[in-house]
């Protein structure tokens, strides 16, 4: 069995490298940028737009918390997010690259916004 060398890295790597994780899926992004617009969000206003179960983001919404990008306050019946600014500062760098995401993407990611593109329109259809 292989062991684990994270405790080879120094710590800013290895929190580096978790912010990456937790920013690594459309959804966590599209979701950072949904709260991020309303300051303190619901689910429905976090949930806005993204295309998945519930479920499905309330697992996203979980690995955010889990990340500490996000922070959940329970107020009953209701429960609300909002951003997590007392993290390092490369992770909020991050965070605002993922708000920023209109960016020009790269010649290299057209086949596969492609692929995206048509599998998501099937799954209109139907």
Same mark, same amino acid.
């Given at each position: 069995?292989?062991?684990?060398?994270?405790?080879?890295?120094?710590?800013?790597?290895?929190?580096?490298?978790?912010?990456?994780?937790?920013?690594?899926?459309?959804?966590?992004?599209?979701?950072?940028?949904? &709260?991020?617009?309303?300051?303190?969000?619901?689910?429905?206003?976090?949930?806005?737009? &993204?295309?998945? /179960?519930?479920?499905?983001?309330?697992?996203?919404? =979980?690995?955010?918390?889990?990340?500490?990008?996000?922070?959940?306050?329970?107020?009953?019946?209701?429960? *609300?997010?909002?951003?997590?600014? *007392?993290?390092?500062? /490369?992770?909020?760098?991050?965070?605002?690259?993922?708000?920023?995401?209109?960016? =020009?993407?790269?010649?290299?990611?057209? =086949?596969? &916004?492609?692929?995206?593109?048509?599998?998501?329109?099937?799954?209109?259809?139907?």
């Amino acid at each position: 069995m292989a062991y684990s060398k994270a405790d080879k890295f120094s710590p800013a790597e290895y929190h580096f490298s978790i912010m990456c994780k937790a920013l690594s899926h459309p959804a966590r992004v599209k979701l950072i940028n949904n &709260i991020a617009t309303n300051k303190v969000a619901t689910y429905q206003q976090a949930a806005k737009g &993204i295309p998945l /179960t519930r479920p499905a983001i309330f697992q996203h919404l =979980k690995v955010l918390r889990e990340m500490d990008v996000i922070i959940c306050v329970e107020k009953h019946p209701k429960v *609300e997010y909002k951003l997590n600014y *007392e993290i390092p500062n /490369t992770s909020i760098g991050l965070i605002t690259m993922a708000m920023n995401f209109d960016m =020009k993407y790269d010649h290299k990611f057209k =086949k596969e &916004i492609k692929r995206v593109e048509r599998r998501l329109r099937r799954e209109v259809k139907d």
